[in-house]
């Protein structure tokens, strides 16, 4: 499964690419295409290599090990955090099913505190105070930096 999936990405990096080439350049140097493009140019890099290293002739004499082995990640693989992976995936569903609603501030400080003390539940004022600090500094850099609008909420009157 391993090698179908390093053969698929660079087929995906290509039509990716293809794909941000036809947005509108604009009159600028920098305009909508350029960062997609780079991007793009980056996944096709990054899946050539992993192309190269899944069948890249094995040194002779030498075994290779497994991406498990090199890591050790000490997990056994029929051992997995499914809480964990069900937590992040409502979570993230919930933030999308709330971003209009409840408006990007709310959505992303709740999201961030409520995955944050599911993980450390422990420290629950570091996590609310980085949870609303990102949020309003995402929040004023993409508003007032990027000019970008994004979702008031029930905080319209603040913004």
Excluded: C, H
Excluded at 66 to 78: Q, R
Excluded at 79 to 107: C, K, M, R, S, Y
Excluded at 128 to 142: E, Q, R
């Amino acid at each position: 499964m391993a090698k179908v999936i390093t053969l698929v990405l660079p087929v995906f990096s290509l039509l990716y690419l293809w794909q941000s080439y036809l947005l509108p350049s604009g009159n600028v140097l920098i305009g909508a295409r350029t960062f997609p493009l780079l991007v793009g140019g980056l996944m096709l890099v990054i899946s050539l290599i992993l192309v190269w290293q899944q069948f890249r002739p094995a040194a002779a004499g030498v075994e290779e090990k497994t991406v498990e082995e090199e890591l050790d990640l000490g997990i056994e693989s029929e051992e997995q955090d499914w809480p964990g992976t069900l937590v992040v995936i409502v979570a993230i569903l919930a933030f999308i099913a709330g971003f209009e609603t409840l408006g990007f501030v709310i959505a992303i400080t709740l999201f961030l505190f409520g995955l944050s003390t599911f993980f450390s539940p422990a420290k629950w004022l570091t996590n609310l105070t980085v949870a609303v600090g990102f949020a309003l500094g995402a929040y004023l850099l993409f508003t007032r930096g990027l000019s970008i609008q994004l979702p008031n909420g029930p905080l319209e009157a603040f913004f």
